[in-house]
Every structure is written in structure tokens, then in C-alpha cells.
């Protein structure tokens, strides 16, 4: 870079700055995080169900491994102020996405705030580090991330090191979700359990996302954050691998001939609807458990009989 190039860079970097917003007219970011099957998608449903309730504009970015759109199904079509980013990580391979699109919601939704669904394999505090990018680091005020935690993986030991150990130890708040599915008498002992890889942040129980939404957001709205400087530093990013596929299922299968087929070596997680013989099914694999849900609105037609199956990869 000659001395004319950096000297214009200066130049521009100063007109950013001097077009910082007053505090008051920030807005506040939400990161939802979570392993694969934790519940983020019920929990931003509830979220965006309270939103509609209480008049507030909120802007969702919603990001998918695979390419089907399945969420933006399941958060009834979303309309101009959601958007999905497919086939990667926000943290990472989509970081740029990322900033281009919070920054068109800017513009074109006006939103009151901004929440990022990420993937379930995601780092949380890698996608915040977005947020001293410019041009949204001008407007984005304080930010925080909500980690869900899958209770019956908690209790089964599964898949608890690598991603999910990074994106415990990100969370500013830690939301143990479907705890209706482990005993209650462990639920302290599970808390114990996340104490030990973060010992700060709050721990909320919930079933199904259900959470006050108070909670979910910075409680100071425009607070000034100094996002001038450079962005906080961080161990260099470690993802794990993680591949797709989609299966397609023969129309009018059973539910039990579903679930045979999905009890694969090393699945982590399927995810799509499905036309069984006892009608149209959301079909949710995440570790030993599958579920069949019937479906109140049906999909897109090109979503029917295609679910996502996601595997770790070496």
C-alpha cells in the first residue's frame, strides 16, 4: 500500500468515526448459539412471538449448515426482516455475509434490534467480533450471546468437548433447555456441569425455548460501546469439520421405517419434514433421540421429503 492509499484509508476511517451514532440511537444485538439440536430455532420463535406482542422490530439472521431453509419454515416465512445465510458459519466462512446483510437490515428494516441465529456449530464469540467491523460497528450498541444447552446431552455426556466446551465458555447468558427430558434431580448437577467450563454466566432452565424475554437482550438499550479500536483478541479460530447431505425420503414412509433409516453411525443431527403414512411430519434427529411433529402449516412444497443430516467430520 503506498503512502497516498493509506492516507486516503485514514481519511475514510475518520469520516466512519465521525458518523457514529449518539448512544441512544444504537440498537442491541442478540447472538443465539448452541450446539447442534439445543433448541435455538424455539427459542427464537418465542422471542420473535413476545416481539409481535410488544410492537418491537426485530431484525433475525438466521444461519443454516445445509441449503434447505428449513428454519425460515419453521419461524412461519420471516418476511423482509429475516434473512438466512446457508452453507457455512457466520464465525467464519459467511463473516462477510454477515456484515453486508446486518447492514442492509439497517437500512432497509429500520429494526429496534438485531438478533443472529447462528449454527449449531458456531462459535458465538466469533460472530459478536463482527460487530467492531465497519460499517455496523457505527450503529450496533451493546451486545451479548444466549448459549442454549440441550439438557439430555448435558446429562449423556455426549459430544460435549470441541464446539461445544468454545461455545459454553463464550455465553454471557446459558439457557438449560428441554430439561423435561432428564430427571429432575439431576438438573443440579447438570448446572454443575456448565459451571465448570464457565463459572460467570447466569444459567436460566427452560423447556422448549420458554424464557422470560427480558432476559435476552443487554438491559441497557444504546449503550455506548467503543467498537474504535481494534476488536477484542481471541486464540486463533480452531472449527471442527462438520459435513451435509440431504436424504430424501420415499413418500407415505411409516415413522418407524423413518427411524431406521436414521439410526446411522455418527449422525449428530437431521432435521426437514417428511409426507409419512400418517401425514406430514417435522422430523428432528439429535443424538438418540427422534421426534415426529405434526405440522399445523405446511412448508414449501419443495422442502416435503428432503431433511439435512449433519455428521463430524476428521
Known amino acids: 500500500m503506498t503512502g497516498e492509499d493509506e492516507a486516503r484509508e485514514e481519511e475514510t476511517s475518520e469520516a466512519v468515526r465521525g458518523d457514529e451514532l449518539a448512544p441512544e440511537e444504537r440498537i442491541p444485538a442478540l447472538v443465539v448459539s448452541g450446539f447442534l439440536g439445543s433448541g435455538k430455532t424455539s427459542l427464537v420463535s418465542q422471542l420473535l412471538d413476545h416481539a409481535g406482542r410488544s410492537g418491537l422490530r426485530i431484525a433475525l439472521v438466521s444461519n443454516e449448515l445445509g441449503e434447505l431453509g428449513i428454519d425460515r419454515a419453521l419461524l412461519g416465512g420471516g418476511g423482509e426482516a429475516y434473512v438466512e445465510l446457508e452453507g457455512g458459519c457466520v464465525c467464519c466462512e459467511l463473516s462477510d455475509d454477515l456484515v453486508d446483510t446486518l447492514e442492509m437490515l439497517w437500512r432497509e428494516v429500520h429494526p429496534d434490534r438485531v ?112 467498537r474504535s479500536g481494534p476488536a477484542p483478541s481471541v486464540p486463533e479460530h480452531h472449527h471442527e469439520h462438520f459435513s451435509t447431505e440431504e436424504w430424501r425420503p420415499a413418500p407415505g414412509l411409516s415413522e418407524e421405517r423413518i427411524e431406521s433409516e436414521l439410526r446411522q453411525p455418527g449422525l449428530l443431527r437431521a432435521k426437514g419434514f417428511a409426507e409419512t403414512d400418517a401425514g406430514l411430519r417435522l422430523v428432528q434427529l439429535v443424538g438418540r433421540r427422534i421426534e415426529f411433529t405434526e405440522v399445523d402449516t405446511p412448508p414449501d412444497p419443495n422442502l416435503i421429503n428432503r431433511l439435512v443430516l449433519i455428521r463430524r467430520t476428521p
Open 115 to 226: 438478533v443472529i441465529e447462528t449454527s449449531g456449530v458456531a462459535l458465538p464469540f466469533d460472530t459478536q467480533l463482527n460487530f467492531w467491523r465497519q460499517p455496523v460497528s457505527r450503529w450496533i450498541g451493546d451486545d451479548m450471546a444466549v448459549v442454549v444447552v440441550n439438557a439430555e446431552q448435558l446429562a449423556e455426556g455426549r459430544d460435549l468437548e470441541g464446539t461445544f466446551q468454545d461455545q459454553v465458555s463464550s455465553a454471557d447468558l446459558l439457557i438449560l433447555n428441554k430439561i423435561d427430558l432428564v430427571p429432575a434431580e439431576q438438573l443440579d448437577a447438570l448446572e454443575a456441569r456448565l459451571r465448570a467450563i464457565e463459572d460467570e454466566a447466569p444459567i436460566v432452565r427452560s423447556v422448549r425455548g420458554d424464557v422470560d424475554p427480558a432476559l435476552l437482550f443487554p438491559p441497557a438499550i444504546g449503550e455506548l460501546v467503543d
